[in-house]
């Protein structure tokens, strides 16, 4: 039976209908969420996306700023830019040349080539030939280094002639990528003058670029919403404050191959004297070049001009009475059994500060030695360069620079004052003579054997028994062994007696080579016996260690070359270096064409495949390809001339050379230097500096044969090679690791802290001050003495604090050092301490102001142990008138000094304190800051070195560098380089001109009444009106006889110039000998203040006085000196040069 066929109901098709709603209704919520997907695109969202769409395509290009001038206080200038000519290449433009091209032969034959590459080729022969450089290199520079840069210029020569630029600038057009453009350079027009102020640029390092880049960093945190991020550093610092630096910092656009002050005025006011760097903003095409510039740039800002306090004509000329003084004073050693013939050091050293009371003006701050800032300034010609580089190493006084003085590369140098010519150079090469004078005492025995006609021959037989004795006894330290074979009359052992433990261990190692230790024993006392003192034995055998090295003299040399003298061979091993450094010279340019192109043509592509390689292992960026065919032609050669430079110093030499392996391709090599040797054989060449050389060397070697004058030429070590430990142990010399070794010796004629060229005595070197420190002293006793009047009628007599006869005398073992005015005598040891003496025996009857005048050390030392309430208030004192830290001088790496803080429980301590001695430690410059307190009244002002800053700065809207809160859309704004609100009133500049003057600024006041300060500024009267009369005015006049300003300025000043004098103690070490090296050596002091009849300036600090407006303050230091009093001429022509600079400025005003 067949099925009923099924009906259709409308229920079907309403289910139908929902499915079809229902898919609708997808279908619309979906267009819908589309819809309002696009709309949030294209309207919310669009600017975000449009900028992230046009970022890639966007490249900002930062315009550096002009570093602005430093000038003096009358405007002369210190620190200035001068155009510098540069040839460069603009890599996007050559860029536009395609790299693929087609050029048809002459038989019509079209051919493939690449433009491009014949293009960077011609151009380099181009520029080769125009600006006398390699072509090669040129092209590789180009592939290497100005690709990189692409849009940016790549410097190829600096330092062009005007007349290469013009003709370079003539030519841009036919040479697309050349650019010939004019630079900013820094330089220094006065040289040295002032150096130690200015200071200098140079590269900035790495931790100085994190150093900023982490400021910003944190100044982004601070500034976010993310409160755990805020750094304590900037707790105090407000939002806008931030803002306002971070922004200064952005602007200011550091990167890693930008220069930076690193001392002096050019370090602390850096980020004044940079500026604001320029932006430009370009659209690029997907290759980098740049299509348009776009809108939302800006102009690059210069620095700010700094206008200083100092006047650069007083600075010159105390710089030239530092050098002149120099050579004039001779100096003085405490101890009266060494100071017959005390050793003068190469230079002494020393400062001059001269400050301006009434403000705090620092008007000169001369130091010597001293630097030239223009050494740091690159050079693109290689002489010039090597000239720098070599005075860079001087003034850093590095290990380098004394390795090249031992080699003769360098002579040792000074400044010296000359009366027809100025200031001049001195050199002097480091013979052996020279050698020995900086390393030994006059008198020692050990250098008149080594200087007068100690043989080679001798030296090697000292060296080699005292080394196998050494090795035979079984010892390590040389000085032990030698105490062991010289322990009885009239020889002196060295440092402590030998034990019967170590002496048992040598006899019993001697005995087990008793033929061979006697036969060694026996030639060692031959040579070294004459030294009665053991000390020197020990250096002697290692001075001959490190001169000769006694296991390349063969018996055939010996016999040849063994007579002659020690000096004969130091003068040959320094003409041995010359010949070595030129002949290494040409041989490296020679390696260049001869061997290293066609290895670099046959190995570079599997070279620098296997260097990317090892660079994706170790996933490094990628270096330049050049940088590393450098290091291997570096490498390839210094194997080829530590295999070969025998042949090749010989063939130059001699004209003949050591046979060779034929496979070794030294034929072109010798053929060249046998030429070079022919040439010189009939004259030519005796232009060079080298050539000299030549004949000291060839004069010796003519009579040896090739295989003796390699034996010989071997024998000469470099400072480099003296790399054995020495044998014995020395003080004075340097170390490394606490090991001492050759090089340390052979450099022991340079002092171990250098002698300052590069760190000024003024204020970055701290010293004891002796007697000046005695107005502190004064100060304190006097001031106690006048709160204690309470009211009463104060004067010279009744704040005279102390009376005592100053007479020194001895009783039997006891001493004396005075008596009161009762007659009871003052013993040395007093009250648990030991009293100083004063330099004369019979001072007499002192008070307050005779004491200051006569410099009596048993009156301050009882003012600070009986007169005194509390020891401690002379340290505190000393700390009001800024001594134990630093003035807060805008200059960097100041030294604070120390004041000691035991005096309460160390009498001896405290006596010495009061006269300036002991653990007191000071610079010129607090002393400065002391007396300008004492000539204004009580001010202790901070020095100030920087007058005016001149410059101008960006506007941001209303206010500068935009210091508000972000604005809205101000991240939108930022990337088209506007940083501020566009609905503001329009300005018509885009930068602000400001001047800043710094006013003085006191940085405390302390109580001084006008009857302790006349006390004071009597009694410093009294010195310099002694010293401008006989009988102190005769040793002045014998001192400064070749001086005409020196005697004439002191006695125009008498009444005018107060002062006290110092002659401070300081342990030095001026040589390495045991016995004479070490002394207390005295360094001298004037601190004095000059007076003038005139109003001040009605924004000084200033207190009248009978004397005068106080004028001028100056501080005198002189290292290794005699007497204080030598120094008070000096003040006085500095005084009488400052008020001829102020009339002259006045009549041009």
Known sequence: MSKPKE????????????????????????????????????????????????????????????????????????????????????????????????????????????????????????????????????????????????????????????????????????????????????????GRVASDIIGYIGAINRQEYDKIISEIKELEAFLSNDEEEKEESFITLTREEGLSRLKELKDKAYTLVDSIGKMGVEGYFEKDLRGYHGKKYYDSDAR???????????????????????????????????????????????????????????????????????????????????????????????????????????????????????????????????????????????????????????????????????????????????????????????????????????????????????????????????????????????????????????????????????????????????????????????????????????????????????????NEKNFLKEKRALEKAEKKFSRSYIDYIDEKENELFHKFWSRHKWQLITAFLMGHWQEFHPDENLGPYVQYFSTWHKELEKGAHSYSNWYSSYQTLKSKFKRLEVNLAVEFLQTFRSFEDLDRPLLGRYLGIRSDSSKQLEKHLASAFYPIYGFGNARSYAYRHSTTQGSIFKLVTAYTALTQRYKSLGGRIANSNSLNPLEIIDEFRKEGKDEFVGSHLNGKAIPRFYKGGRLPRSLSNHLGKMDIISAIERSSNPYFALLAGDILKDPDDLTKAAKMFSYGSKTGIELMHEISGSVPEDVSSDRTNLYFLSIGQGSLIVTPLQTAVMLSALANGGKVLKPKILHLSIGRIPKRGEEILDTRPPFLFSDKMGYLGIDFPLFTESTKSESKNIIKQKPAEVIREIFLPEEVRKILIEG?????????????????????????????????????????????????????????????????WFGGISFENSEGESNSIVIRDKNGVPELVVVVYLRYGAYGKDTIPIASQLVNKWREIKKKYQKES
Request: hydrophobic share 40%; with cysteine.
């Open 7 to 190: 009906r259709y109901s409308s229920s079907d098709d309403s289910k139908i209908s929902e499915k079809i709603n229902k898919i609708l209704n997808y279908i619309l919520i979906a267009f819908l969420l589309i819809s309002f997907r696009l709309w949030h695109l294209t309207v919310i969202q669009s600017d975000d996306r449009y900028e992230e769409a046009v970022k890639p395509k966007k490249k900002t290009v930062l315009e550096p700023a002009k570093r602005a001038t430093i000038r003096d206080r009358f405007n002369i200038p210190l620190a200035v830019n001068k155009i510098q000519y540069r040839a460069s290449i603009i890599y996007s433009q050559i860029k536009e040349i395609p790299t693929v091209g087609y050029t048809k032969l002459e038989n019509g034959e079209r051919v493939r080539v690449n433009k491009r590459k014949e293009y960077i080729q011609k151009l380099a022969e181009f520029l080769g030939k125009e600006l006398n450089l390699d072509p090669k290199r040129i092209v590789d520079l180009i592939y290497a280094k100005a690709s990189l840069y692409n849009h940016l210029p790549f410097v190829i020569k600096e330092d062009l002639t005007e007349k290469e630029f013009y003709r370079l600038k003539m030519l841009e057009k036919d040479w697309l990528g050349l650019q010939a453009g004019m630079y900013p350079k820094r330089v220094y027009p006065l």
């Open 288 to 602: 980098g070049n740049f299509l348009r510039e776009l809108p939302g740039g800006r102009n690059p800002l210069p620095g700010h001009r700094l206008l200083l306090t100092l006047s650069s004509e007083l600075q010159a000329y105390a710089e030239e009475l530092l050098i002149q003084n120099e050579s004039l004073r001779k100096p003085r050693i405490s101890d009266y059994e060494k100071s017959k013939s005390p050793k003068d050091p190469w230079i002494k050293g020393g400062a001059i500060v001269a400050m301006e009371p009434r403000t705090g003006e620092i008007l000169a701050l001369a130091s010597h030695p001293r630097f030239d800032p223009n050494d740091f300034i690159h050079s693109s010609d290689s002489k010039i360069k090597q000239e720098k580089e070599n005075n860079i190493l001087r003034w850093f006084e590095t290990e380098a620079y004394l390795g090249a003085i031992w080699d003769g590369k360098v002579p040792m140098k000074r400044e010296r004052f000359d009366p027809l010519k100025g200031i001049q150079e001195e050199e002097k090469s480091l013979s052996w003579e020279t050698y020995l004078d900086f390393l030994l005492p006059e008198t020692s025995v050990l250098k008149k054997k080594l200087s007068k006609g100690f043989t080679l021959d001798e030296a090697v037989k000292v060296a080699r028994s005292g080394e196998e004795l050494l090795f035979l006894s079984g010892q390590k330290n040389l000085t032990v062994l030698i105490n062991y074979l010289f322990s009885s009359e009239p020889h002196i052992q060295s440092g402590s007696k030998i034990g019967a433990l170590a002496q048992k261990k040598i006899e019993e190692s001697f005995h087990l080579h008793e033929a061979q230790a006697l036969k060694l024993k026996q030639t060692l006392v031959k040579s070294i016996s004459e030294c009665i003192y053991n000390h020197e034995k020990s250096l002697m055998i290692d001075l001959c260690r490190m001169l000769v090295l006694q296991d390349r003299f063969g018996e055939n040399l010996l016999k040849a070359v063994g007579k002659m003298t020690l000096n004969e061979y130091r003068e040959l091993l320094i003409a041995a270096s010359a010949i070595r450094h030129e002949v290494k010279t040409m041989a490296k340019g020679l390696f260049h064409e001869i061997s290293f192109a066609p290895w670099r043509e046959a």
């Open 1020 to 1084: 410093m009267k009294r010195v310099v009106l002694r010293a401008s009369e006989f009988p102190a005015l005769w040793g002045l006049k014998e001192l400064y006889k070749d001086s005409k300003e020196a005697i004439p300025s002191l006695i125009g000043l008498r009444g005018q110039l107060v002062g006290k004098t110092s002659t401070s103690e300081a342990i030095e070490r001026i040589d390495i000998d045991a016995l004479y090296g070490t002394n207390k050596y005295n360094h001298l």
